[in-house]
């Protein structure tokens, strides 16, 4: 149970630390939250409970893939939010990645890569 806590922790720890710096730098904060420390948490995470190097490799793998569609996000959401305000352009944001994901699912499929 102490590891589970530790891992919430370390974990929660990483985004306090994107927000807190955000707050004092914009490319600061960005540079840091673009870094994929959730990630290499995860493998760390994976690793010290012996999975297998191949479901490690995996997770790296489709994270990859499932980065890609979330990208345009990232240029909705500051053109949307003076347009619809903070909630409305966060939850159209969202839509467009979900949609975003769904179409580049269906590209990625013909390359024999499994996505949904």
């Known amino acids: 149970m102490s590891w589970i806590i530790t891992k919430y922790a370390l974990t929660a720890a990483m985004v306090v630390l994107v927000s807190e710096v955000a707050k004092r730098s914009d490319k600061l904060g960005g ?3 673009a870094l994929p420390l959730i990630t290499l948490l995860t ?3 994976l690793y010290l409970e012996k999975q297998s190097p191949e479901k490690i490799a995996n997770h790296a793998w489709h994270t990859f893939w499932y980065v890609l569609p979330t990208l345009p996000m990232f240029l909705a959401f500051p053109l949307l939010l003076p ?3 903070f909630w409305l352009a966060l939850l159209a944001s969202a839509g467009i990645t979900v949609v975003c994901f769904g179409l580049f699912a ?3 499929r013909p390359f024999g ?4």
Do not use: K, T, V, Y
């Open 43 to 45: 493998l760390i995470w």
């Open 31 to 33: 540079f840091i939250a």
């Open 113 to 116: 890569i499994e996505l949904l």
């Open 83 to 85: 347009r619809l305000g």
């Open 106 to 108: 269906l590209l990625m």
